[in-house]
Structure formats: C-alpha cells, structure tokens
C-alpha cells in the first residue's frame, strides 16, 4: 500500500518536479546568455546597475517578479 502523496498542497494541486528542474534548466541558458554572447555589454551594464540607488534596483526586482508571476499565471492558466 503506497504511502500518503506529499506532493500535494491544500489546493489540490500536484507539485511536479520536472517542470521545476526544466524551469531552473532554462534560467541558467538564458542568465548564460549575455555573457557568452557579449560579455563586454554585460560589464558595462553591471558598472551601471552599481550606480542606481537601492529603492530604484528594489522596484525592478518588484517588477520583474510581478510581470513573472502573471507570465506564469497566463501560460498556465490561460494558454
């Protein structure tokens, strides 16, 4: 007799593993692909990254969850 299945959260719904790791897996290709592309960009974009003030870099960061949360929320719900 299996065990209980402690993939599931109160919702019901199933945590797949899989589409973690590919998530994680298509992250890394895509944060490798400015510095093998063009890494001279890349460090003149971080030197000025190190200019912008905290409360400017956290309201990107907010931004940028945000529009990830929705693009997830859109492919998986409503694509």
């Avoid at 797949?16 to 063009?38: I, R, S």
């Amino acid at each position: 007799m299996p065990g209980p299945d402690r993939s599931r959260s109160g919702t019901g719904a199933v945590m797949n593993w899989n589409d973690l790791w590919a998530a994680f897996a298509l992250f890394l290709v895509l944060e490798g692909l400015m510095p093998f592309l063009n890494p001279g960009a890349l460090k003149r974009t971080l030197l000025q990254l190190t200019q912008l003030d905290d409360r400017t870099m956290r309201v990107a960061g907010l931004a940028s969850m945000i529009a990830g949360v929705v693009l997830l929320y859109v492919v998986r719900n409503l694509g």
